[in-house]
């Protein structure tokens, strides 16, 4: 035994005798793989095992318990890294003689000695977390080789080459994860040793191009960093466990956490595995593998493999892989006990596992096993088969498929490959799902007429968008806009029709005028093609690919039909017109709970009637032109009616303030002064009168959009207050619901219709308005001679309401809660403001956790909501209750509803088949 090995070997014996005393002295932060019991044991449950000692590390000693072949290794736990990160990153007292203890274990196992040069122990250090977290934390191979183990190695395997070749990575991984050495000054450093010997792969270096390369990648270490590379492997242990420890805290980590909703408390294990080599010869590879096809689900093994490699060399992409079925050519004997263990393992956790795995000289060694990522397709066909196949039941199956999962089943997707090879020049608001490509239309009728007329794909690019672009939105392929929260015009109306959407781009420069936009230097002209990607916020240049995911699969439509059997809350839906009602019931909506008769009024042919009723100037003609509104409005109710027939239909009366329904201030004010300059270019006595005229227009219209005005119109004249000082107006559409409702009945529909008014803050102001209403309807009832059951109802979307809800349920028969505008007034907060600016800020300083916006607060608005459901059933014990804000699409928020103990939640269409399976996962988390 060498001088280095000598000193190493016994001082081990002897911290082995101490890393037992200071176990039973302190706490235990070092678990070999065969202590798996004792884990377990300790925090009485699996899930406990895998918060201590990761997911990796669990597995891999579960494995081992199991008796599949993983090399001997053992786990620093995740209550040592927090301890680390706690005590100013120093280890615990006890934890490195732990280490060294459980080191001498592993010598013993292996028959091997850690830096002994004629029989060294060679070993991996890697992180592991409670959640997998692929490629977001570090990984060191190799630790333990240094110039004097290299020469041992040599002399034992007679391969210079595979030394030197596990002696650079060494060299490699240890400069960049822990001196953080930037890779790159690597990388390139073997990129120019190809050039110099020839060569085009890694594969094809010689043993002297990678001992050269070893030297100058230790050159490298000693430039850029204040040490040597260390030849010390036990400093080399100490300073790579350190490192895993780090890496929990950097900042690629933190980003992952972050939107995969993963907690930064858990902390990571450390994994050390005795190294097992891939690159030894022809004998040797290794590989990555799934249990089955991670893209469509299918049943089969599906992954990569190398000859001659490392495990690195598979996933880094630097030599081409060989389908995983090829080793069944290559080594059936190793691939028949591979497939043994992959359904063994799949068995054993009742789940599609991705492998990793190393041949070393005929040896099958498994290096991990992890609960497999998969696609959407993937996951839903692999919870029915293994339904199918008695491995779990249908409840695990519902809790296995995520909402977001079900979400892309809704929306054509950019496709995978192109979204890698371009890069986003612009990020926004994920508001409304999937993939959109188009020409760019600044305007809505630009973007109605190139789309109905020219048959081009249009994006449509607003600053913000208002309720008189909807017809341009609704020819638009996806919307885009520079300004705007979540709860914003344009996010609300993408999700109601299914548009893809990203909004708040606040670097996005939108010159209306110029008909450009502007980010930087770069410069996009209308008519340019651009691809957004409402799911993760992205906008790219240029017309990428697509995919259509199809909602037919049979697999997720079985998953939905067992969330159907055991969710307890109703799915209703938000819809205005029959075309959305019937996409609704596709769908699997059970009613509609909220109908917008506003949007019904925005429609061209309707909306100079609308404006005429606004600017008349006696009663006489407003009623007239009310009366004018009337039969578009039975029409569209008769067509909801029927598409929805024996399911119940909730009615919102006229909501916004009058001023929405005419042109803004600021553009009539510059409209007038144009025009008013443009007089003095006039040469003939038409042309001055044509101005003229439409100077009087305008300042008629500015006269009324003046008199109107209001400083905070959503807190204003509008809803259940416009239609106390208009009766006129609600009893029209109370008319015509009833006359729609009669008409269908006749036909053999089912009808159930339900009046809802909006805004109330006193008892008062609803008893005014019901009576009025419910009197038109017993008149209409009474004209059609024909009874039909109906229920009148209110919005509770002012805190007010909420808290009188006793009193409101003696004269409401449903509530409704509201609660884009109860968050709002809760809150004091402008939903359409605030996510581009200050609430962005107290959402990354940890002031709030939630977008109230995006989900319940509910702490608030969520305490409000509670009082009022219990209040209004003391005064109306069977009072039905639902939600119909953009919240109840949302799965935290319906996990809220169902513990508040709603009938229903109501959302846009398109998200109605994601709000049945979150229904059905928060009646299961019971």
């Known amino acids: 035994m060498s001088q280095v090995a000598d000193t190493l070997a016994e001082p081990a014996e002897a911290i082995a005798q101490n890393g037992r005393k200071s176990q039973a002295a302190g706490p235990k932060y070092v678990y070999l793989f065969n202590e798996v019991d004792e884990a377990e044991s300790k925090m009485g449950s699996w899930d406990g095992v895998r918060a201590l000692l990761g997911g990796k590390g669990a597995n891999l000693a579960d494995m081992a318990r199991l008796g599949v072949p993983v090399p001997p290794g053992f786990t620093v736990t995740t209550a040592a890294c927090n301890a680390y990160l706690d005590a100013g990153k120093k280890f615990p007292a006890g934890m490195w003689e732990q280490e060294l203890a459980a080191l001498h274990e592993i010598e013993k196992a292996a028959g091997k000695t850690f830096g002994d040069p004629d029989n ?409 093609w651009i691809s957004i990607d409402g799911t993760e916020g992205k906008v790219y240049l240029g017309k990428l690919p697509t995919v259509i995911p199809d909602m037919s699969n049979p697999y997720l439509l079985q998953i939905l039909s067992w969330a159907d059997e055991i969710r307890q809350l109703g799915v209703w839906a938000n819809a205005d017109y029959p075309q959305d009602a019937q996409r609704a019931r596709e769908y699997g909506a059970e009613g509609i709970g909220l109908c917008r008769t506003e949007h019904m009024f925005f429609q061209p042919e309707r909306m100079p009637i609308v404006q005429q009723m606004i600017m008349a100037k006696s009663k006489t003609v407003q009623k007239e032109a009310i009366n004018k509104l009337l039969p578009f409005q039975r029409a569209d109710f008769e067509g909801l009616f029927r598409v929805m027939d024996g399911l119940p239909v909730i009615i919102r009366l006229l909501d916004p303030p009058l001023h929405e329904f005419l042109p803004a201030y600021e553009e009539l004010i510059q409209s007038l002064a144009d025009l008013k300059m443009g007089l003095q270019h006039y040469h003939t006595l038409s042309e001055m009168d044509a101005a003229l005229e439409q100077i009087n227009i305008k300042q008629t219209y500015l006269e009324r959009v003046s008199a109107l005005r209001e400083i905070n119109p959503m807190l204003g004249t509008r809803g259940v207050r416009l239609g106390i000082l208009i009766p006129e107006l609600t009893r029209m559409q109370v008319r015509a619901i009833f006359e729609a409702a009669c008409k269908v009945a006749r036909e053999g529909v089912d009808v159930h219709p339900e009046v809802m008014i909006p805004l109330i803050s006193h008892v008062k102001e609803l008893q005014i308005q019901q009576e009025t209403l419910e009197e038109e309807a017993r008149a209409v009832m009474e004209e059609q001679d024909i009874e039909i059951s109906y229920k009148f109802g209110t919005m509770i979307e002012i805190p007010r309401a909420a808290l009188t809800a006793d009193e409101v349920a003696e004269v409401a028969q449903f509530f409704s809660f509201g609660t884009n505008d109860l968050t709002q007034t809760t809150f004091g907060i402008s939903r359409d403001d605030a996510e581009s600016g200050f609430l962005m800020t107290y959402l990354s300083q940890g002031i709030l956790q939630r977008n109230p916006f995006a989900t319940i607060d509910a702490k608030g608005v969520g305490r409000l909501m509670k009082w009022a459901v219990e209040a209004g059933r003391r005064t109306r014990p069977d009072l039905e209750v639902g939600i119909c804000g953009e919240h109840g699409g949302d799965p935290e928020s319906i996990a809220l509803c169902h513990e508040m103990g709603l009938n229903y939640v109501s959302c846009s269409p398109f998200r109605v088949p994601i709000a049945r399976l979150a229904a059905a996962h928060a009646a299961l988390a019971e």
């Open 120 to 528: 060294p122990l060679l070993v991996s250090c890697r992180s592991g977390a409670k959640f997998s977290m692929p490629g977001m934390m570090d990984t060191i191979l190799n630790i333990g080789l240094n110039d004097e183990v290299a020469e041992g190695m040599i002399r034992l395997t007679g391969d210079a080459r595979f030394v030197y070749d596990a002696y650079r990575r060494l060299v490699q991984m240890f400069g960049s994860v822990v001196l953080d050495v930037d890779d790159r000054v690597f990388e390139d450093v073997i990129t120019a040793q190809k050039l110099q010997a020839g060569v085009e792969t890694d594969a094809q270096l010689s043993a002297d191009d990678w001992q050269s390369v070893t030297d100058r990648f230790k050159k490298i270490v000693r430039k850029h960093t204040p040490i040597e590379f260390p030849q010390d492997p036990i400093e080399q242990l100490q300073m790579a466990t350190e490192a895993v420890f780090r890496s929990w805290n950097g900042k690629r980590a933190i980003d992952y956490r972050n939107a995969a909703g993963i907690r930064h408390d858990l902390g990571t294990a450390v994994n050390i595995v005795t190294m097992v080599f891939g690159n030894m010869g022809h004998d040797s590879a290794t590989g990555v593998a799934m249990s089955r096809n991670a893209s469509t689900g299918e049943p089969e093994i599906e992954g990569d493999f190398l000859i001659n490699a490392q495990g690195e060399d598979v996933v880094a992409g630097i030599r081409a892989t060989q389908p995983i079925s090829n080793l069944a050519a290559a080594m059936p004997e190793l691939y028949a006990e591979f497939e043994q263990i992959a359904h063994k393992l799949e068995q054993h956790y009742r789940n599609m596992q991705d492998m990793e795995f190393t041949i070393e000289r005929g040896k099958l060694w498994l290096l991990q096993t992890r609960d497999g990522k998969r696609t959407a397709q993937a996951e839903v066909r692999i919870a029915v088969e293994m339904v199918n196949e008695g491995l779990i039941g249908k409840e695990d199956a519902v809790k296995r498929v995520q909402p977001a999962q079900v979400d892309f089943f809704l929306h054509p997707q950019l496709d995978a490959e192109a979204r890698r090879k371009n890069k986003p020049f612009a990020f926004g608001l994920n508001v409304s799902p999937g993939a959109a490509v188009g020409v760019v239309a600044f305007d809505a009728d630009i973007a109605e007429r190139w789309a109905k007329e020219g048959g081009k794909k249009v994006i449509m690019a607003r600053p913000e968008t208002k309720p008189d672009d909807v017809h341009g939105m609704l020819a638009a392929e996806g919307i885009l806009t520079s300004r705007g929260g979540r709860t914003s015009h344009a996010a609300l109306v993408a999700r109601q029709f299914g548009k893809p959407a990203v909004v708040g781009v606040s670097a996005l420069e939108i010159d209306l005028d110029g008909r450009q936009m502007c980010l930087g230097d770069l410069i996009i002209k209308e008519g340019e």
